[in-house]
Nanobody, 126 residues
């Protein structure tokens, strides 16, 4: 059973910043691509960012490029999403996700994310 626990959501004004964090056990973290997704009310869940299991490669949705940064700490079993210059359209529930394949090569965005956290709410006021 893979348990992913997100934290760091909240309410922020447009232009502000938030940092989300996701943690799990070492056994379920090491060697797996990790990602962040989001789902706004009335919309489908969408990809936000992903990082390779080594931390050397990252992918981002066009809508967040230049504003969000994904990173991982393989010693602490955490993956973070630093969100800057937030916009009202970034309002959503943000989910941490883990790839289903161990030591997958290639673009992190092409991972098959099969394990999900419960989500954390991010609200950006205008």
């Amino acid at each position: 059973q893979v348990q992913l626990v997100e934290s760091g959501g909240g309410l922020v004004q447009a232009g502000g910043s938030l940092r989300l964090s996701c943690t799990t056990s070492r056994r379920t973290f090491s060697g797996y691509i990790m990602g962040w997704f989001r789902q706004a009310p009335g919309k489908e869940r969408e990809f936000v960012a992903a990082v390779s299991w080594s931390g050397e490669s990252t992918d981002y949705a066009d809508s967040v490029k230049g504003r969000f940064t994904i990173s991982r700490d393989n010693g602490e079993n955490t993956v973070d999403l630093q969100m800057n210059s937030l916009k009202p359209e970034d309002t959503a529930v943000y989910y941490c996700a883990r790839d289903s394949t161990y030591l997958r090569l290639g673009s992190p965005a092409r991972a098959d994310f099969g394990s999900w956290g419960q989500g954390t709410q991010v609200t950006v006021s205008s």
